[in-house]
Structure formats: structure tokens, C-alpha cells
């Protein structure tokens, strides 16, 4: 399924990215903030950032990852939002942002598209004796990475989460990986954006590691953070980033 995937994503015709506005955000839609930790999106922006291929680079096809990602923990397992988890990404949301989510933002986590472009990492109490994980406590939630689609087939990082005692494992990259080798079988989105608050250099240098180029910059775009700038980062999508783990796409059907 995988292979037949990328060919019919090699066979779309070059796509034009155009300043497209998606629909008006409910009145709900809270303010959004930045990455307040190297791997940590705030919530979603208001309107589509601008997009335009016109002004860049053409869409690229890299031949091999351009970051080497260590490979998953064994104990870690990357599943879809339930209900039973939705406290605890609550929970992770309020310790990485100084803001609150209303409950629509989950409520529509729940719901088609935002729910196939949603993943958690949940990280298991390793036993010493090889007992299988599914048999030992409860997993706790540690990261989460929640996007939506936006015009032009462009996927945006809502939020990417993680805690910082779990960092350094490649948690937050596996995440991003697998949503986005989702995206392109389901949507068919062609790159993805995110905003990284202007003070977070080290959120910055966590995008270009892993392909992300800096395309603008809206100065009053965090409204209560000081100071208030924003970039807009995108990667655009290539081969490579469909078969790094072509072996784990599988685990976000389930």
C-alpha cells in the first residue's frame, strides 16, 4: 500500500501554492502561540499562511533523509487519540503553552480530517524480565502532535509536544514522520508548515535539522508574547520522507 502511495503521489501535477484562505475560524479558535520548547507548536493561527511557490524554490525530491533519526524506543508506542486520552492531552498541552485549548479544539481532535493527522506517543515502564508491554501498567502519554490540512494541500502543525524528561530519544521526530507519510496517503498534502515564535532558537534549529526553511515572517503574530514575531517554517515533502520508516506507517492505520 505504501508503494502504491508514492507513485500516486510522484503522478500529481505540480502543484501551485497560492495565497488561499481557508474557511473564517469559529469564534472558539484560541489565540495561538509558539513553540514554546524545541519540539512544542502553539495552537493553530487564524488563517492560512501564505504559501507561494511562485517566490521560491520548487518543490524538491531528496534522495535520502536529510536527518538521521535514531530509532524509535522499544517501549514507545505511537497511537491514535482516544477518548481515554484526551485528559492527558490536556494535560501535556498546559505544561508545554501558557495558554488553555478550549474544548472545541479537542472535540474536533476526534473528528475527521484533524483526527487522521493526529498521533500520541506513549511511553511504557520497560520490565526487566521481557514481559510483553501490553501486559505491564499503563503507558503514560508524553508527546502529541496534532495538524490540520490547509489550501494548497499544505499540512500545518497545530501543535508538536513532548515532555522534557522524554526528549533526546527522537520521540517528537518519529511523531512528525509518521503524520506525515499519513497526510500524504490520505490527503495528499505536498508540505508542511508550522510558526516558531522569533525568540525560540532552539525550536528553529529543531526545523531546519530536519528540513524546514524559513519562508517569512509576521511581526505581530503572537499577541501576548514579547516580543510578538513569528517565522513560518516548510519542508517540502520528497521521497525520502516516505520510506525513512516505511515499516511504521502501518502502526497509524491501526
Known sequence: MLQSSITAWLKKPAIVMKADQPPPAPASTPVPFAHAQPTVSGPEPNSAPTVDSASGPSPKLPTAPLFSTPPLPDNVELAPLTQELIPS???????????????????????????????????????ADGTPLASIEKPRLVGAIRCRILPSA????????LLAPYRSHGVATHLLQRIVAKAVEVHGVRCVTAHVWEANEDGLEWYKKRGFEIIGKEDAYYHKLKPQGAFLVRKWIGVADLLAHPDEVSVVNR
Not at 154 to 161: D, E, G, K, P
Open 154 to 161: 499544505n499540512l500545518y502543525i497545530s501543535t508538536i509536544s
Open 89 to 127: 492531552f490536556k494535560r501535556i498541552l498546559n505544561l508545554t503553552l501558557p495558554v488553555s485549548y478550549p474544548a472545541v479544539f479537542f472535540t474536533e481532535s476526534m473528528e475527521e480530517p484533524f483526527h487522521s493527522i493526529t498521533l500520541m506517543a506513549l511511553w511504557h515502564a520497560a520490565p
